[in-house]
């Protein structure tokens, strides 16, 4: 495995005082869902559907994801690679410097850590922003000194309508049973193939079967050479389509018959 410096892992600690610890909801037993957090929004039409959700690869991990009723969603939102709208929501994972951001956009409505920046348990978001449902599924990262920082990022799941997506984020480890529990049925999941960093190609192929969502949308593949080995190991699983353009709006009625790999241009 390769590891960015023990400097770089300091950075990423670094970040924790940025995030005071009432942006963090209570644990909740998997599988529930419990009463949430809600915040009234106006409702903006962004052209689509009632039933349609907008995704946009903005580059390395990060996905500009967009409602019905206008809200807007940047994944593990950094200092490097945004999207060009300020969103309403921001997830953030700590495993590296371009997976979070120090100085995130103040007018950033709700963001949210997956961690836990006091330190005293996992992070525990489960919250109804207008029309799109958030919530978080701990994760354990490894430290540069090889030992584990355990619940030190989180997958992250975007409920809209019927549809459900998942974010695996910087994940370094298998799925186990809870985690799936926790997940529940994933529609869309996008996730990291770089085979290094994150988990082992291999073991993203497993999480993959394990999943079986509809569509899986590669990201933090580093170019192309890394993404073509990933889908050399995979083409006799699922069928790949790919799309010219870093942006796709998908729909319940609309998600492909079979398990199916979709890849947006990006790195």
């Not at 700590?94 to 950033?108: E, F, L, V």
């Not at 942006?247 to 492909?256: H, T």
């Given at each position: 495995?390769?590891?960015?410096?023990r400097?770089?892992?300091?950075?990423?600690?670094l970040?924790?005082?940025?995030?005071?610890?009432?942006?963090?909801?209570?644990?909740?037993e998997?599988?529930?869902?419990?009463?949430?957090?809600?915040?009234?929004?106006?409702?903006?039409?962004?052209?689509?559907?009632?039933?349609?959700?907008?995704?946009?690869?903005?580059?390395?991990?990060?996905?500009?994801i967009?409602?019905?009723?206008?809200?807007?969603?940047?994944t593990?939102?950094?200092?490097?690679?945004r999207?060009?709208?300020?969103p309403?929501?921001?997830?953030?994972?700590?495993?590296?410097?371009t997976?979070?951001?120090?100085?995130?956009d103040?007018?950033?409505?709700?963001?949210l850590?997956?961690?836990?920046?006091?330190?005293?348990?996992?992070a525990?978001?489960?919250?109804?922003?207008?029309?799109?449902?958030?919530?978080?599924?701990?994760?354990n990262?490894?430290?540069?000194?090889?030992?584990?920082?355990?619940d030190?990022?989180?997958?992250?799941?975007?409920?809209?309508?019927?549809?459900?997506?998942?974010?695996?984020?910087?994940?370094?480890?298998p799925?186990?049973?809870g985690?799936?529990r926790?997940?529940?049925?994933?529609?869309?999941?996008?996730?990291?193939?770089d085979g290094?960093?994150?988990?082992?190609?291999?073991?993203?192929?497993?999480?993959l079967?394990?999943?079986?969502?509809?569509?899986?949308?590669?990201?933090?593949?580093?170019?192309?050479?890394?993404?073509?080995?990933?889908l050399?190991?995979?083409?006799?699983?699922?069928?790949?389509?790919?799309?010219?353009?870093p942006?796709?709006?998908?729909?319940?009625?609309?998600?492909?018959?079979?398990?199916?790999?979709?890849?947006?241009?990006?790195?």
């Amino acid at each position: 495995m390769r590891f960015l410096s023990r400097a770089a892992m300091g950075l990423a600690l670094l970040l924790a005082p940025a995030f005071a610890p009432s942006v963090l909801a209570q644990a909740n037993e998997p599988g529930c869902r419990p009463e949430m957090a809600s915040y009234r929004l106006p409702i903006q039409r962004v052209n689509l559907a009632k039933d349609e959700v907008r995704l946009t690869f903005i580059g390395h991990a990060t996905f500009l994801i967009e409602t019905p009723g206008g809200v807007k969603v940047a994944t593990d939102y950094n200092d490097y690679v945004r999207p060009p709208v300020t969103p309403d929501i921001a997830t953030m994972n700590k495993a590296h410097s371009t997976h979070y951001s120090r100085a995130p956009d103040p007018a950033i409505k709700q963001v949210l850590p997956g961690w836990d920046p006091s330190g005293k348990g996992p992070a525990a978001h489960d919250l109804t922003f207008g029309d799109m449902r958030v919530r978080n599924v701990p994760t354990n990262i490894r430290t540069y000194s090889g030992g584990t920082d355990f619940d030190g990022n989180s997958m992250f799941v975007f409920e809209v309508g019927e549809l459900c997506i998942a974010h695996l984020g910087h994940l370094h480890h298998p799925l186990e049973p809870g985690h799936l529990r926790a997940l529940g049925r994933v529609d869309i999941v996008l996730f990291p193939v770089d085979g290094s960093y994150t988990l082992d190609q291999e073991g993203m192929l497993e999480v993959l079967k394990s999943l079986q969502a509809r569509v899986m949308i590669p990201m933090h593949f580093f170019g192309g050479g890394t993404l073509n080995r990933f889908l050399s190991r995979s083409q006799d699983l699922w069928p790949v389509e790919r799309r010219d353009r870093p942006e796709i709006v998908l729909s319940k009625a609309a998600l492909p018959a079979k398990p199916t790999i979709i890849v947006l241009p990006g790195h």
